[in-house]
């Protein structure tokens, strides 16, 4: 049983919840951005639905585990609960954030604390989990000290009925890390543009355009591994946050800046922050290739890469007979290191050389 105590953690003071908390509970919870990532919550949600709220509370409590409201200045600012220990001593967290308690790092320092309340309490472990798309949610588990421990393909079912995967993680006492900086951080603003081009993160609204750009054949041609089908691009475009927040690779639409149009798709992948080092890789539309585009995105994103990430090295691998991608390259000031021979297959037990470019940070 969790002792029901107080935490508090900075400016935040964690207590049970009580009746007086139910009309902000209710608009708390009577929220877009909560109704989409906790489809188990009534939508829209009332006030006797905060009062019930507040019962199951109760109930939890004396069932083992912990229900808190977070408050600032004595107002509630979130709710964050506990399940019940299991038999080894492993206990499951989850949080929301009143909308206008958000991005002030409400959600992390409870996460934090309660961990920390529960490793005092006998816990031996605690877990967390967050959907693909739930960047906010994601970025909490990292600042709070968990570990991504894997992902659960299809492990949740949404309101529409469409299946979400998860990511899950993992806290054990002792090795809760302080917050760190992203390695790839967003972009202030969301995007990069240069006037000419607009790089934003692919979404699943991108996948239909980027699943006819990979059948076009020139860029067929130069595809690595198996065919891939819509679905598995619209998968792919869901997780793009996830991707970019945990420092695993950056997936971007490239844009006309004039008509938003989709022109593209650029990312920076392979991402190994120990050699501080990354791989571009790009492909264009038929109708803008030869204006300079791609030039353009890849001057854009590395000049970017060099000013806002700690990446010293971005490295490209082009087909020997791929001028195209060749002048791209030189013209974004990238040089050639060498050659990986025999690197893609070709089909038929054929392989082709890999030329080898690179760009380093400027001194
Ligand atoms: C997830 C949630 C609890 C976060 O609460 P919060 O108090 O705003 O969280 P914090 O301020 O501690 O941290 C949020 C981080 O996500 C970042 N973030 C938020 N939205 C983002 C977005 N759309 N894209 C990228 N980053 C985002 C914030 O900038 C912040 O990171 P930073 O401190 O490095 O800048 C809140 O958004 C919420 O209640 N969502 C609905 C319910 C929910 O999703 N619960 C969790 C289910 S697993």
């Not at 309340?117 to 989990?129: K, N, S, T, Y």
């Not at 809760?176 to 990069?192: H, I, K, S, T, W």
């Not at 041609?221 to 198996?226: D, E, L, M, S």
Request: glycine residues 10%; contains cysteine; proline residues 7%.
């Amino acid at each position: 049983m969790l002792a029901r105590h107080v935490i508090s953690s900075g400016p935040l003071v964690l207590r049970p919840p009580s009746d007086s908390d139910a009309e902000a509970i209710t608009r708390a919870c009577d929220d877009p951005v909560t109704a989409r990532f906790l489809p188990l919550l009534p939508s829209p949600y009332r006030l006797s639905d905060a009062r019930a709220y507040v019962e199951q509370a109760r109930a939890k409590w004396e069932a083992g585990g912990a229900e808190f409201a977070i408050t600032q200045d004595g107002q509630y600012a979130g709710s964050i609960g506990v399940r019940p220990p299991d038999r080894w001593r492993v206990a499951e967290l989850g949080y929301l954030v009143a909308p206008w308690a958000r991005g002030k790092g409400v959600a992390s320092t409870a996460a934090r604390a309660v961990a920390d309340w529960l490793f005092d309490q006998g816990v031996r472990r605690v877990e967390l989990e967050a959907e693909v798309e739930n960047v906010a949610s994601l970025r909490v588990a990292y600042k709070a000290g968990f570990r991504e421990e894997g992902n659960r393909r299809e492990a949740k079912l949404l309101r529409d009925g469409r299946p979400a995967d998860l990511v899950t993680f993992g806290r054990l006492p002792g090795e809760a890390a302080p917050p760190v900086e992203p390695y790839l951080p967003f972009f202030d603003g969301g995007e990069l543009s240069d006037g000419v081009v607009r790089l934003t993160p692919m979404t699943p609204e991108d996948a239909g355009d980027f699943h006819r750009m990979l059948a076009d054949p020139v860029v067929a041609a130069y595809k690595v591994g198996p065919p891939s089908s819509l679905q598995d691009h619209e998968r792919r475009c869901r997780y793009t946050g996830y991707w970019w927040v945990s420092g695993q690779r950056i997936e971007l639409a490239v844009r006309d800046a004039g008509s938003g149009a989709f022109a593209g798709h650029v990312q920076l992948t392979q991402v190994t922050p120990a050699l501080g080092q990354a791989m571009v890789g790009y492909s264009l539309m038929p109708g803008f290739r030869g204006k300079g585009f791609m030039t353009r995105t890849v001057r854009l994103l590395v000049d970017w890469a060099f000013e806002r990430t700690p990446l010293h090295r971005i490295v490209a691998g082009t087909e020997a007979g791929n001028v195209a991608s060749h002048r791209v390259l030189e013209r974004a000031g990238f040089s050639r290191e060498g050659v990986h021979r025999e690197m893609f297959p070709k089909g038929g037990g054929r392989r082709v050389d890999d030329l080898a470019w690179a760009r380093v940070r400027p001194s």
